[in-house]
């Protein structure tokens, strides 16, 4: 692997590695002393040209454990927020010596364009673009999936074939949907989407999974678990898009409530890339369940980017695995 | 307008049929016949060569004024030339707009002065494409400039009020209404075809009914006030279907076909590279068939580049920030050829029609897209269709580099290109600049 920019093109072999990766990184994290010494010397730049303090601080703590110097380069008050390019800003970064570029972009496919433009020779992490994909979310979530999901003890080695995932909210508008699906279906899960027609790309058809528009036919066919996709309040009106009628009509739909959680089998778990809008697509009752893994999937960020970063970093172990995923 | 020099085209073929030998003199073709023979021509060997009226283009974008960055009158009528044209129009979509009589008068006379072929400048239909209230149409139809054509290119006469005025308006002067048609509803922060690529990318969507709906309207508008409506660059299989449907109507509707939505399809997106960014978007595989099989039987009535240059800038960039559109005057009749011709689809005679004959008679341009005949005028082209070529943009007129063809191998090429009977490219190269500003 050079870059993560796609969960799409990740082998099965290469997704099992990662998340065994994260596996013995999360084994580390148990000890007293956290940090490893593995990319001391090496700097890895945050470039986050939208907000998201937690994938953030996610990713530094991550690069922080692995002993790597951290440059956080954030779109707020910088110039980039004035107009600087995207190239501009990676040619800097470039003359500063970046081992891995991090970057957070409104634009689908800007990981991709900076990755393969030849203004920057690091490693390029997609850490959320446009409406395109989130690979490290979807590691994360699959990472988490297995650990509770595949029978116990060591999951080493496993995958998640069989398992049966319902993603519900809008899909539309989620690259944590999109990576999900790709790497779900390539780890062997079921995938369901669950959402009003309108939170659904044209095209979906072509994903390589089910589609309903009824939550509650999905938790009746039993699934192993519920991943919860953030709704943007703002999609409601007629400037965002007008997707749905309201809030309340919504959460009738496909909100999560207690109603619904006590109809899911007793080891299915719940998931939520967070922030969460408690009320709307998950109620408190479901959020603060024992069976939500939300607070967890926090913890297991940081194992995966350091798995991440490890495995594209680590001199010659990226030869092994040569893609450009 | 003499030059004083003579041609003599050897052994051609005109619309690719019988050989022949061909005197331009005078500015016009003087002679045809295989026993023609003139000592103080210029002789061109035009064996295995294609002679066609020289092409003419509805639909160029040449930037200037306001844009010289990315194109000027006179590197945009240069690349028109090498491509084969003798007369291009070009879209008001300049700053300021071409949308008063100054302006579309300042263009044409840049064109003459250029010299590589004639510009026609294209109308506003409204003061500053804002679609508001009508330009000076009829001001701008009886300036130096004899506007015909009116286009908000870039954007959509989406008022049916507007629209409807409009088409009424140019009967006055026997003008056309030339629609970019995409519902702006439907297309906001619009990126690319809507469909699988779309959706697997995260790029949001251009509908193809955001096009196909705009065209239904007008052909019902342009039927109920009797006008004559053109729409440019079509895409979709539908809107092929509308304008078959209309037509079987009787209604007075031309659909012209860009080059670039006759090859390549939005899987192109894929990689996330700008110069694939166009408007109307690249559609799908089908949409391709279909746009093919409606200019194959006349449903589409030509074909028009919608050359698009843009600064590297513009395109280097990541997809959103990119701007929209692709060059094209100097690889369209390579397209063609290779999706038509060589197909068996088109004849060249079907080229002439579509690339010259028609966007004249769309355009109301009576000096070009006239028959091969003797006392015509000497606007031709000569084209080697067993040429094959790689296409580099680094080495074409055009300003800009923003080619979708850049590394792909295409059929044909241009030999020569005559204006009134001089030639402004010989030997498939630009003829020296001045001679051909001065004549
Ligand atoms: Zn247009």
């Avoid at chain 1, 991550?62 to 954030?74: H, T």
């Avoid at chain 2, 341009?365 to 082209?381: K, T």
């Amino acid at each position: 692997m050079k870059h993560l920019l796609s969960t799409g093109s990740l082998s099965h072999k290469q997704a099992v590695r990662i998340l065994d990766t994260a596996g013995q990184m999360a084994a580390t994290q148990a000890r007293e002393i956290k940090k490893l010494p593995t990319l001391r010397g090496r700097t890895v730049v945050n470039l986050f040209f939208e907000d998201s303090t937690r994938t953030r601080i996610s990713f530094e703590t991550a690069a922080k454990r692995l002993s790597a110097d951290v440059i956080n380069f954030s779109a707020k008050g910088s110039s980039v927020s004035k107009g600087e390019s995207l190239k501009d800003t990676a040619l800097t970064l470039q003359a500063m010596g970046a081992d891995a570029v991090v970057i957070r972009h409104h634009a689908s496919g800007a990981p991709h364009t900076l990755a393969h433009s030849g203004w920057t020779n690091g490693a390029v992490i997609n850490a959320g673009d446009g409406t395109h994909q989130h690979p490290t979310q979807a590691l994360l979530d699959a990472y988490t999936l297995r650990r509770h999901l595949t029978g116990g003890g060591d999951p080493s080695g496993r995958d998640l074939a069989g398992l049966r995932v319902a993603i519900v909210g809008d899909v539309l508008h989620s690259r944590v949907a999109r990576s999900n699906v790709q790497l779900l279906h390539t780890l062997g899960a079921d995938v369901t989407l669950v959402a009003p027609p309108t939170l659904l790309p044209v095209g979906v058809e072509a994903w390589p999974a089910e589609v309903s528009y009824h939550l509650d036919e999905v938790i009746d066919t039993k699934p192993d678990a519920i991943m919860m996709l953030r709704v943007q309040r703002e999609r409601m009106s007629s400037s965002g898009g007008g997707f749905f009628p309201s809030p309340l009509e919504y959460t009738r739909g496909y909100g999560l409530d207690a109603r619904r959680l006590a109809a899911m089998p007793d080891h299915a778990i719940v998931l939520h890339p967070g922030p969460m809008n408690r009320g709307l697509e998950i109620s408190a009752d479901a959020a603060d369940s024992p069976r939500a893994v939300i607070v967890e999937q926090v913890a297991n960020g940081v194992a995966v980017r350091m798995a991440v970063l490890y495995l594209l970093l680590s001199g010659n172990e990226s030869n092994e695995t040569k893609v450009d995923a | 307008m003499s030059t004083g020099r003579k041609y003599l085209l050897q052994n051609v073929a005109p619309y690719g049929g019988e050989r022949t030998t061909v005197l331009l003199a005078d500015g016009v073709i003087a002679a045809i016949g295989t026993d023609v023979t003139d000592d103080d021509a210029t002789i061109i060997d035009g064996r295995g060569l294609v002679l066609l009226p020289g092409l003419v283009d509805l639909h160029t974008h040449l930037r200037e004024p306001g844009r010289e960055d990315a194109e000027t009158i006179r590197t945009g009528t240069r690349a028109a030339a090498l491509g084969g044209f003798t007369a291009v129009h070009a879209m008001a979509n300049t700053t300021p707009t071409q949308d008063t009589a100054g302006v579309v008068e300042q263009v044409w006379s840049l064109g003459r002065e250029a010299g590589w072929a004639d510009v026609h400048p294209i109308g506003a239909v409204t003061v500053g494409l804002e679609g508001e209230r009508l330009a000076e149409l009829g001001a701008m139809a009886e300036s130096k400039a004899q506007v015909r054509v009116f286009s908000d290119d870039g954007k959509c006469v989406h008022d049916p009020v507007l629209m409807r005025r409009a088409l009424e308006y140019v009967k006055a002067f026997d003008g056309v209404v030339a629609q970019h048609a995409q519902e702006p509803r439907l297309t906001e922060g619009a990126q690319m075809h809507e469909g699988i690529v779309s959706a697997e990318l995260g790029l949001a969507g251009w509908p193809a009914v955001a096009e196909e709906a705009i065209i239904a309207r007008d052909v019902l508008l342009a039927e109920h006030v009797g006008s004559r409506l053109h729409v440019c660059h079509l895409s979709t299989a539908g809107s092929v279907e509308i304008i078959r449907w209309a037509k079987s109507r009787g209604i007075d509707v031309t659909a012209e076909v860009t080059p670039h939505h006759l090859i390549l399809t939005d899987e192109l997106a894929r990689g996330y590279d700008p110069t694939f960014k166009v408007n109307p978007p690249l559609r799908t595989q089908r949409d391709v068939e279909a746009v093919r099989a409606g200019l194959a039987d006349g449903t589409i009535d030509i074909v028009a580049t919608d050359h698009a240059p843009h600064t590297r800038e513009d395109k280097d960039c990541e997809w959103a920030a990119a701007a929209f559109g692709m060059t094209g005057l100097e690889t369209a009749l390579s397209v063609v050829q290779e999706t038509m011709v060589d197909t068996g689809r088109l004849t060249w005679a079907d080229v002439a029609r579509v690339l010259s004959e028609t966007p004249a008679r769309i355009g109301r341009v009576s000096d070009h897209g006239r028959p091969i005949a003797v006392g015509e005028p000497a606007n031709l082209v000569l084209v080697d269709p067993a040429a094959r070529r790689v296409i580099n943009p680094d080495e074409q007129a055009t300003k800009s580099g923003n080619s979708p063809f850049r590394g792909r191998d295409l059929s044909g090429c241009v030999v020569a290109t005559f204006l009134r009977g001089r030639a402004t490219v010989m030997g498939g190269a630009s003829c020296d600049e001045d001679v051909v500003a001065r004549a």
